[in-house]
């Protein structure tokens, strides 16, 4: 019998395989997660997944609450700054399409785009012109009181 995954382990597996379904968007699309070497042209475009704070809260008896920061960098070139930006933004678009309904309809009990994302943690080493931009989602989800591998 395989160990048993905490919930917010697997509320971040779902995060990167709804970022893998919006790939199907986006020819040549790489997920990741916690990557900590710069991107480079060739690897992109790329969105690398980031796992952040968590908060706990207690509002019903027998669970426990959390909010889960989930942080999205996106890394994409192309011939021109203008063209980069543009290539960034659909893909923003095709994320935000993916893993807001992807969690709220399924582990989390809600996922919303934060208005203020966090600052980039990745970099990139590219000749060509690069558009990085960070999406970052609050991921509400309960577990069972004292049990973090159980969804309440």
Known sequence: MPDPVPCREQILTAVVDACQRAASDVPGLVVERERDQPVVSDEMPRVVVFEGA????ADFTGEDGFILDVDLEIYVTACSQAAALQKAGLLRAALIRR???????GLARNCTLSPEPAPQ????????????????FKVEYATAENDPFTFA
């Open 121 to 136: 943690r990745g970099s990139w080493d590219s000749a060509a012109p690069v558009a990085g931009i960070v999406l970052s």
């Open 54 to 57: 968590e908060d706990s809260f």
């Open 99 to 105: 893993v807001i309904p992807d969690l709220a309809g």
